[in-house]
Structures are given as C-alpha cells and as structure tokens.
C-alpha cells in the first residue's frame, strides 16, 4: 500500500490500463452470458443508495420495506399472491437457500434427497454439496427436453424436493412444471422452480402472445421461484430473488442474528451484509421500464435469436440443437462431432461463448446488449471456422 495516496485522476488513469483486458458487453463479444449491461438509470439509483445494508434492515426499515413491497409485486406477476422471499447474490445463493428450505421442512428425513433435470444449473451441485443433500437426476430426452418418466421413477421415501426449470442454462427450455406438479401432488415434497434466467422473460413473452406453459405459482404446488434481476431484470450485477410461496416457511426454517444494531430479524439468506442499493435500483427499473418496457427489451432480444437460428440453419456442418423458446440459441454439429473445437477457434475470435460438452454444444445468449451488426460480424467467423474446420 502506498504511503501517500495518488490523485483522482491518476488513480482512474491506472485502472483503465489494468482493466483493458476485460471484455465490455458494447463490444459484441460476450455472447455466451446470462449478464448484461444493467439499466443506466438503474446504476444512477444504486449509486445514489449504494450504503444501505439489508443485513441490520432494522436500521434501514424503509429499504426492508421497499425489498418486501418488490417481492410481492413480482410475486404477483409470477403468479402469486402475498409471496414473501428475499434478494439475493445471484440465483446460486437463491438456489442455495431453496435447497436448505426444502431439507428443513422434513427434519423426519435422515437422508434427504432433491430430483432435478440433468440440464438443471451446478449451483445445485453446490447447495447440495453444502447441505449433505444427495441429488438424483432425471436424463433427458433426445430433443434435450426432460425425461419425466425418469425424474418420476427417481422420486422416493427420502425426496425432500424437486426442481424444475424455467429457461435451462445450456438451451433456455421449460421443464413440464405442470406435470412435476402433478406427480408429487399430495406428498410432503418441496417444489422449486429455477427461473434464475427465464424469470424476467416468461412473463413478457406471454405478453406478446408467445405460447408458454404455466411454469410459476399458477401451478398450485409450486413452493419457490428463483429469478434474477442481473440476469435479463437489467438489474445491478450482482442481484438475484427468491419467491417463496408459504409465508410460515420464514417462521419455520428462518436464521436469526441476535446482536445486530437494529434488533433481531428472521431471514432466509445466506450473507450477511447484504446490498440495498441494487434492491432499490431494481426497484427504479421496474417502474422505470413497465411491462411496456420489458414486453420491448424481450422482443427485441427474441428477434435477433431467431435471426442468428435462421442463419445457423443455412450452414452446412451446423445446426440448432433446438427451436430457440427463448433468447438462447443452441449449436452443435450435424454429423456429431465434438463442438469443441469451434469453440476454442470462435474464442481466438473473440466470440466468448462457453461449450456444454455433455450436450454436444455451444450457445449465444441473445441479451440485450448484442445488436443485429454484431451477429452478422459472428455469423461470417462462424462459416469462416467452419470451412477451415472441414466440418460437414
Ligand atoms: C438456470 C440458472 N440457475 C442459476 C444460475 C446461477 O446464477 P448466478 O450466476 O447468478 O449465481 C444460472 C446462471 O447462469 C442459471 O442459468
């Protein structure tokens, strides 16, 4: 550390140069990431409130106030109705705190167990291996769709809960949440939905009359939603929601901090100190944005998927893995060879996509931040790669 500070300006002057390297979503690059560039106006709020602190909310009763006021709204457009639940990191830590609640909930189970899709986000891999969960996971279909059969065979006495989820990391698809519902209906099992990607465009795409099957609180037994601002909400990075259902389940599987300044509170989350500003600047957002708004970003991001899948269908050598539900197109190759090497010439491009080598594939994520010059640019290395490839 230096012993006299420097200046503003050559403080700001270093981090530019050490800060070159990273890639900027304007760019066009990062085209494989569930993040975007949040809401300007949105960064303006979060700013303006940046040293509001949700882990003493005594303290700051009108941002614990304002937090709650927003889970109910968006519970609302998720289906819900007096739905409770907390802002979080990102969809990890919300996926996380599900989990714990789905184990809490049947303390009879001495070795608890959670069935999710094989396509669901590691994340559970995570909670599980933090919460001695053991997962059971249900193959999917050819067309990677879930086999649920198989997730329904892997159900059993020690299933303290199901996963099912609304806009998969590797392709966007909707798990059959209506006929997860079915099947543990009647049984004490906890039912999560992982919206963490699709939370903040199911609800717009219904808007704009896309067919979407129910896959919130319309289906009556599921318990929790995770959806994420910082992912297509626009919000501050980092920002993601829980949406629980059952307003007992803060009462019965709560954590308690006794000591803190503004007085004991139940909560579900896992820090600490916790972010109001990027509550309060998601706030900003939604009244900034309307559904108006929102119904706009998601049509726009879902024309230019469908100009990219169009396109990847006129390459030989290539092909969609599947129709694009949502802003995420996936790729693989047409006579099974590995995608891998692609991917590895698409980075030397400076395309940043990330491969799901399970499935065979590679995938963009239409996010608001790529515009129509940017695929064109990706499509013409794309068919140059291809060639040199040899791939047919
Ligand atoms: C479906 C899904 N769930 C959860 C997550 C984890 O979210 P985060 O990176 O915000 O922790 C992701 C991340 O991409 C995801 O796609």
Request: charged share 25%.
């Amino acid at each position: 550390m230096l012993e006299e500070g420097l200046k503003k300006q050559e403080i700001l002057k270093i981090l530019e140069e050490k800060l070159k390297n990273d890639f900027t979503y304007e760019s066009g690059s990062i085209l494989g990431s569930m993040c975007t560039e949040p809401l300007e106006f949105g960064k303006e709020v979060y700013l303006k409130y940046i040293s509001k602190n949700l882990g003493d909310p005594g303290l700051f009763l009108g941002t614990a106030t304002l937090e709650e006021e927003l889970i109910s709204e968006i519970g609302e457009i998720f289906g819900g109705q007096n739905i409770i639940g907390t802002f979080t990191t990102g969809g990890s830590e919300a996926n996380l705190i599900a989990m714990r609640i789905a184990k809490k909930l049947r303390p009879d189970i001495k070795k608890p167990e959670v069935v999710l899709p094989i396509s669901a986000h590691i994340s559970f891999d995570k909670a599980a291996d933090l919460l001695g969960i053991k997962l059971r996971k249900a193959k999917l279909k050819g067309n990677y769709e879930l086999d649920l059969s198989d997730f329904e065979s892997l159900i059993n006495k020690n299933t303290c809960g199901v996963v099912g989820i609304a806009g998969t990391t590797s392709l966007g698809l909707i798990d059959p949440i209506e006929d997860i519902g079915k099947i543990i209906e009647g049984k004490s099992i906890f039912f999560h939905i992982d919206a963490a990607f699709g939370g903040f465009i199911l609800p717009f795409l219904k808007k704009l009359n896309y067919n979407i099957p129910p896959w919130d609180f319309n289906v009556k037994s599921v318990g929790s939603i995770t959806a994420d601002p910082h992912k297509m909400g626009l919000g501050i990075i980092p920002s993601g929601g829980l949406f629980i259902r059952d307003e007992s389940i803060l009462q019965k599987t709560g954590f308690e901090v006794p000591y803190l300044a503004g007085g004991n509170f139940k909560h579900f989350h896992i820090v600490g100190t916790r972010p109001g500003g990027t509550i309060i600047a998601f706030w900003a957002i939604l009244k900034s944005l309307g559904i108006k708004g929102f119904k706009e970003i998601v049509r726009r991001c879902m024309v230019n998927a469908h100009f990219l899948a169009e396109r990847i269908t006129e390459i030989e050598g290539i092909k969609l893995a599947t129709d694009p539900i949502m802003n995420v197109v996936g790729i693989t190759t047409e006579n099974g060879e590995s995608i891998c090497n692609i991917e590895e010439e698409l980075r030397k491009k400076n395309w940043m996509l990330g491969k799901f080598t399970d499935f065979n594939l590679i995938r963009v994520v239409m996010m608001p931040h790529i515009v129509r010059e940017h695929i064109i640019k990706f499509i013409e290395d794309l068919e140059k790669i291809i060639k040199k490839l040899k791939i047919t």
